[in-house]
């Protein structure tokens, strides 16, 4: 954001005003209702924009409020095809509401990029992507993917939340519309809950504006003030997320007790060379397998001490937790045990505090 023209102040002013006063009759000034636009808000969302590289950005309420607003895009009678792994909130919104409202929706398994040209019908209008996902860090090639939706004139949708736009710039591969919570990484101090949306089309980003107004889910003035706030360090917070978590996964990775590690910057994730082309960082969250299934899980989980137990990542304090019972307890039993979310997995969201610190708390924890 600009410094402020009136006073030159170097933090940009918290505006909470809900009206503007018009210059004369007739004459609205820039702003005129803060749910049409506020200069916060507009402040955090050209930050938005200009580090997805788009032409515009939008500040949400919440994630799933930018999800709500851009799934609103679409009108009974379309066809929306969603990569089946994904964020139960979104899994969630999709097949209860989406659906509801007459949009015909396909899950599709879509590392092999051939399967969306197989999943395409007439009727298509939009392809819903996450990658990496949560919580086995499975990702997709978003290049491809991007460009069978092109040639199909379908949008494409990528939730970029668990890189950011330092690590992955999903509309410089080509694809339409970048999607954040930024209660994770990109506020990284777990006292927001947030959501953006970068484009790079202008007239995609005229429908998206009257629909963040339509529907009246732009975020509030002071929780875009403490994500413009949080925004200051991201680059300095996603290289200590980075580094201490590859540095976590290489070393249970040689640990007795764990049977697996699922990251993407390890040369063992199945799809790293992918990783390496398409990301510049893998970030703080990742999932490894304990050798003592439900039992050590416990054992793991009631003894850590600086990392907390909890829901939610991408803050600066690391968080630990079980995917079986916490974070995708909402998914059917046995779909979690087709994808392989079961008890012996333990997701982290590795935090930004000194790594021999972190490594000690896992290492007396373990089993
Ligand atoms: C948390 C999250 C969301 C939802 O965001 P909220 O801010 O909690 O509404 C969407 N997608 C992903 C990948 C997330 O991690």
């Given amino acids: 954001m600009q410094p402020d023209v009136e006073h030159g102040a170097v933090m940009p002013p918290l505006y909470l005003s809900s009206t503007y006063s018009f210059a004369d009759f007739g004459k609205p000034r820039r702003f005129d209702y803060s749910r049409s636009g506020n200069p916060t808000r507009q402040g955090l969302e050209d930050a938005l924009a200009a580090l997805e590289g788009g032409c515009r950005g939008f500040a949400f309420a919440t994630g799933m409020a930018a999800e709500s607003c851009a799934l609103a ?12 792994d994904l964020y139960g909130g979104s899994y969630r919104l999709i097949t209860s ?8 929706v396909d899950f599709a398994d879509l590392r092999q990029p051939g399967a969306l040209e197989r999943a395409l019908k007439p009727n298509t209008k939009m392809v ?9 860090m499975n990702l997709l090639d ?13 949008l494409s949708l990528v939730d970029n939340t668990f890189l950011s736009p330092l690590f992955q710039r999903p509309l410089d591969l080509g694809i339409d519309i970048a999607l954040h919570s930024t209660t994770k990484y990109i506020n990284g101090h777990s006292d927001v809950v ?24 732009p975020q509030a003035p002071h929780d875009c003030y403490l994500v413009m ?28 007790a764990v049977s697996a590690v699922h990251h993407p910057w390890l040369e063992s994730h199945p799809q790293h060379a992918l990783a390496k082309r398409q990301m510049r960082g893998a970030g703080g969250t990742f999932s490894f397998r304990l050798k003592g299934g439900n039992e050590a899980a416990r054992h ?30 909402s998914m059917p039993e046995e ?7 079961t008890e012996d997995l333990i997701r982290i969201s590795v935090g930004i505090e000194d790594v021999e610190d972190l490594r000690a708390d896992l290492a007396q924890a373990l089993p």
């Fill in 97 to 104: 509401v989406t659906a509801r409202m007459g949009v015909q």
């Fill in 128 to 136: 819903w992507l996450e990658s990496p996902t949560n919580p086995l």
């Fill in 229 to 256: 706030r949080g925004l200051k360090t991201l680059p300095l917070r996603m290289r200590a997320h980075h580094d201490n978590a590859l540095e976590l996964a290489r070393w249970l990775e040689k640990h007795p």
């Fill in 300 to 329: 793991l989980l009631t003894r850590t001490k600086l990392f907390v137990l909890a829901e939610s990542l991408g803050g600066v304090e690391s968080l630990i937790e079980q995917p079986w019972t916490m974070t995708h307890v």
């Fill in 142 to 154: 978003l290049e491809a993917l991007g460009r069978i939706c092109r040639a199909k004139g379908v």
């Fill in 194 to 217: 947030g959501g953006g949306i970068v484009v790079r089309d202008p007239a995609l980003a005229e429908r998206i504006g009257f629909l963040q107004n339509a529907l009246g889910v």
């Fill in 335 to 341: 779909v979690r045990r087709r994808v392989g979310i």
């Fill in 73 to 84: 895009l679409l009108s009974s009678g379309d066809h929306l095809v969603v990569h089946d």
